[in-house]
């Protein structure tokens, strides 16, 4: 039969065995460690940073080390009523976002400055966007805002990156939507209403210009034809007339120079019909009685 010391002593064993049991189980499965891919860890020791962990596995001294781990992928932020007023006083509603990324070789200050990246994303984005998108806005008159809308969002992500000093890296800035008062947005449609308005007046009366001009020339092509006609048939009448005046003279002074020539002539235009009535001591015509 055991006596109490026994029983004591063996009781005592049995938990320096489950201490010793627990210890190899902790210091198992304490002593190594994952990092997915896309994140980096920030390995502590006692609370202080001895160096960085890559995707993989790793060791660590269990209960003494820690590891922290730090994503790297690019993340996303948004804001949904940012509120800024434009060169023209013209108020707004912006609604943005800002894409980012942790650099590998950064997260190590991350933790140190932050502890984590929504930390780091309070202190450095959420207070530079509103005021960097509010004071690029107000450079901008309501409607160049819309009408120049890239480079509006180049000058704000321009302005963010340089006012967002830190272990991070800004990607980019969308200005997603700007909503403007009702009054404003109307006043907007009725003034693009009246430029449109304008507009079509401005091509109707170019095109009523335009036919003008087409039935101005047209005229003046047709004048210039009928003028260039008239002036031919002119010519062709005076070199005509001249024609006919010199034919005219030149057989008049044949006439003169050859009396014969004027009986030829008679003779050529007779019919060979002799009058059939003559008067008393009258000579048959082109028939000479003198020898």
Same mark, same amino acid.
């Given at each position: /039969?055991?006596?109490?010391?026994?029983?004591?002593?063996?009781?005592?064993?049995?938990?320096? @065995?489950?201490?010793?049991?627990?210890?190899?189980?902790?210091?198992?499965?304490?002593?190594?460690?994952?990092?997915?891919?896309?994140?980096?860890?920030?390995?502590?020791?006692?609370?202080?940073?001895?160096?960085?962990?890559?995707?993989?596995?790793?060791?660590?001294?269990?209960?003494?080390?820690?590891?922290?781990?730090?994503?790297?992928?690019?993340?996303?932020?948004?804001?949904?009523?940012?509120?800024?007023?434009?060169?023209?006083?013209?108020?707004?509603?912006?609604?943005?976002?800002?894409?980012?990324?942790?650099?590998?070789?950064?997260?190590?200050?991350?933790?140190?400055?932050?502890?984590?990246?929504?930390?780091?994303?309070?202190?450095?984005?959420?207070?530079?966007?509103?005021?960097?998108?509010?004071?690029?806005?107000?450079?901008?008159?309501?409607?160049?805002?819309?009408?120049?809308?890239?480079?509006?969002?180049?000058?704000?992500?321009?302005?963010?990156?340089?006012?967002?000093?830190?272990?991070?890296?800004?990607?980019?800035?969308?200005?997603?939507?700007?909503?403007?008062?009702?009054?404003?947005?109307?006043?907007?449609?009725?003034? /693009?209403?009246?430029?449109?308005?304008?507009?079509?007046?401005?091509?109707?009366?170019?095109?009523?210009?335009?036919?003008?001009?087409?039935?101005?020339?047209?005229?003046?092509?047709?004048?210039?034809?009928?003028?260039?006609?008239?002036?031919?048939?002119?010519?062709?009448?005076?070199?005509?007339?001249?024609?006919?005046?010199?034919?005219?003279?030149?057989?008049?002074?044949?006439? @003169?120079?050859?009396?014969?020539?004027?009986?030829?002539?008679?003779?050529?235009?007779?019919?060979?019909?002799?009058?059939?009535?003559?008067?008393?001591?009258?000579?048959?015509?082109?028939?000479?009685?003198?020898?």
């Amino acid at each position: /039969m055991a006596t109490p010391l026994k029983v004591q002593r063996l009781s005592m064993g049995k938990f320096i @065995a489950g201490i010793i049991v627990l210890a190899i189980i902790v210091i198992a499965y304490g002593s190594w460690f994952t990092v997915d891919q896309g994140e980096r860890g920030v390995h502590l020791r006692n609370g202080r940073i001895v160096g960085t962990a890559g995707p993989g596995l790793g060791l660590k001294v269990p209960l003494i080390d820690k590891i922290v781990k730090i994503s790297t992928q690019t993340h996303t932020v948004s804001y949904q009523r940012l509120q800024a007023y434009s060169r023209d006083q013209q108020p707004a509603t912006i609604r943005a976002s800002v894409t980012f990324r942790v650099p590998q070789d950064k997260v190590a200050e991350v933790y140190a400055n932050f502890k984590s990246i929504d930390a780091m994303v309070n202190r450095l984005v959420d207070r530079a966007v509103p005021t960097q998108v509010e004071n690029i806005f107000g450079q901008y008159t309501a409607i160049s805002a819309v009408q120049e809308r890239v480079k509006f969002v180049f000058d704000v992500t321009n302005a963010i990156k340089a006012a967002v000093k830190g272990p991070i890296e800004i990607s980019s800035v969308q200005i997603e939507n700007i909503d403007f008062s009702s009054a404003y947005e109307k006043s907007v449609e009725d003034r /693009m209403r009246a430029e449109v308005e304008v507009q079509t007046q401005k091509q109707n009366l170019e095109k009523e210009r335009v036919s003008a001009q087409i039935a101005v020339t047209k005229a003046q092509a047709e004048a210039d034809s009928q003028l260039a006609r008239a002036k031919a048939e002119a010519e062709a009448i005076r070199i005509k007339g001249e024609a006919e005046a010199a034919a005219i003279k030149s057989r008049a002074n044949a006439l @003169a120079q050859n009396k014969e020539l004027i009986e030829l002539t008679k003779a050529e235009k007779w019919d060979g019909q002799l009058p059939q009535t003559m008067l008393p001591n009258t000579t048959l015509p082109f028939f000479n009685t003198h020898p």
